[in-house]
């Protein structure tokens, strides 16, 4: 077996002992994917050094290499805060609006990923698989090249790739989407963003695409597929039974005197619809009044990425629609929302999401959305929640027997929550049953064995048939 090598912009340290308890389930199938191999895992160390120089800190636990580097204040500010969150993230998820184009975050995000090439250099040995990881890292599969790495190297892209005449909006797009194409395999999460990268490099490259996903421009030839990411289904059951989920359950259970729980777990993004989602539960509320002190949202929303001035203005625009929300509707024994600014330990949101009878999972776009296939692996398989998804999650592609929303509409999100609330035991199992079985074999250990085979050219990657959600008969609108 080949060893593996992983690199992504942040590590996350394997923990012997934890059984995962404090990890996510990528976390857990890299790191199972690692130790199986002796492998590596290599990125930013997520600390700050006045001057660059490449000293790697390196440990080894659990079978597995760590191999970290510090970066300067500059290369954070213009390659992690500037291109990587500031340019690319707001314009793969289609808010061209917000995405900013400053030629210092550009040149910064190209020093960085050669400087990370260079870094893992020495670590590189003859026979390893490479696989780098999301959007802080499209050109460092080049870089590599240029340094005489010949090996098999990957790449996975976590978000979503956005639609061709967008890309164009990117100045040098064209260069960075060439940098690509030194990997042999680029994985996408849905058909859909694969099709989105076919349609720029037929439009924009000349190049061609094959039956099984092979696109050729000029003498370079890669291979592509989607692999839709899962979660690590098995853990729930462990974290279930932990102090920590038990004891959220208790919580929840005496505070909310017999009430409904609607729960929304999100990284505090713009992505997320969080200011549409408030919005249409509040006009739910107004078209529902019956529902009026006997249910409440549960919003956990851990802030992320406060360097970035959009994330400010999110967390305060969202401050002032919870406090007018319950200021509007609340009375002294009953509060609408319970609107929480801080993160969970993963047991205690695994508590969380069972004790819930309802989740309101409303992304506006989502490369994948895995806190929607957590909370079905954290039901009660007697007496499951309803999820309500978001039909522009990646995750719609493969969850059609969830309430498929469009979260831009409050009727849509009220319609919704109505049904939900209301949906006799035996729907809520029919339905729960049919997404459990797609999470339970989905899963990301899956996802991983499947890309690893492809790189390593063992077998064609898995492209998914599937019923596009906005023809799905469970929309709702
Ligand atoms: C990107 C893509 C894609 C959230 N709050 C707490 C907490 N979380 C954990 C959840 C879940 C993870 O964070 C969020 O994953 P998502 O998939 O929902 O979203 P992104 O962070 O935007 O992830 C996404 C993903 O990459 C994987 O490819 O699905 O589309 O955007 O695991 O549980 N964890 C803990 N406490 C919290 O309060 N412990």
């Known amino acids: 077996m080949s060893r593996l090598i992983i690199m992504s912009n942040r590590v996350s340290a394997p923990k012997a002992r934890s059984g995962g308890a404090s990890q996510g389930g990528l976390a857990v199938a890299l790191g199972a994917a690692l130790a199986e191999s002796g492998g590596v895992w290599f990125g930013w160390s997520g600390e700050v050094t006045d001057k660059f120089t490449g000293r790697m800190n390196i440990s080894r636990e659990a079978g597995i290499t760590t191999a970290t580097v510090d970066l300067e204040p500059q290369d954070i500010d213009e390659y992690y805060n500037g291109y990587a969150n500031r340019t690319l993230w707001p314009l793969f998820h289609y808010r061209v609006d917000l995405a900013e184009f400053d030629r210092n975050f550009g040149a910064g995000y190209e020093r960085v990923n050669q400087r990370l090439a260079s870094t893992a250099l020495p670590l590189i040995e003859p026979d390893d698989l490479i696989w780098v990881q999301d959007y802080h890292l499209l050109p460092l599969g080049d870089q590599l090249r240029q340094m005489g790495v010949v090996n098999r190297i990957g790449f996975f892209l976590h978000t979503p790739w956005p639609p061709h005449r967008l890309m164009t909006a990117l100045p040098y797009h064209r260069r960075l989407v060439e940098s690509m194409l030194a990997y042999d395999l680029i994985g996408f999460q849905t058909e859909d963003w694969l099709e989105s990268f076919h349609h720029y490099v037929e439009c924009e490259m000349d190049g061609t695409v094959d039956a099984d996903g092979i696109v050729t421009v000029s003498d370079r030839v890669v291979l592509t597929g989607a692999f839709p990411i899962g979660i690590d289904a098995a853990e729930f059951d462990d974290l279930i039974t932990r102090a920590d989920a038990i004891e959220a359950q208790r919580t929840i259970r005496d505070s909310a005197n017999g009430r409904k729980v609607i729960i929304g777990v999100d990284r505090l993004d713009y992505t997320k619809g969080l200011i549409h989602r408030f919005e249409g539960y509040g006009h739910f509320l107004e078209e529902h009044p019956d529902w009026q002190h006997r249910a409440f949202l549960l919003q956990i929303a851990p802030p992320s990425r406060g360097e970035v001035h959009t994330y400010e203005m999110i967390r305060s625009e969202l401050d002032g629609l919870s406090g007018r929300i319950n200021g509007q509707f609340a009375h002294v024994d009953w509060v609408p929302i319970r609107y929480v600014n801080q993160s969970y330990p993963r047991a205690g949101l695994a508590g969380l999401y069972r004790s819930s009878d309802v989740a309101l999972i409303t992304p506006l776009i989502d490369g ?110």
């Open 368 to 477: 994948m959305n895995l806190v929607a296939k957590e909370y079905v692996a954290a039901q009660d398989p007697d007496d499951p929640g309803v999820l309500i998804l978001s039909k522009f999650a990646g995750a719609a592609l493969q969850m059609t027997e969830a309430l498929l929303v469009n979260p831009y509409s409050k009727d849509a999100i009220s319609d919704a929550l109505a049904t939900a609330l209301a949906m006799p035991l035996d729907e809520r199992q029919r339905r729960w049953r049919a997404l459990m079985a797609g999470v339970s074999n989905d899963n990301v250990h899956r996802w991983r064995e499947d890309f690893l085979a492809a790189l390593a050219g063992k077998e064609s990657p898995r492209t998914m048939i599937v019923k596009h959600p906005l023809i799905g008969k469970h929309s709702l609108d």
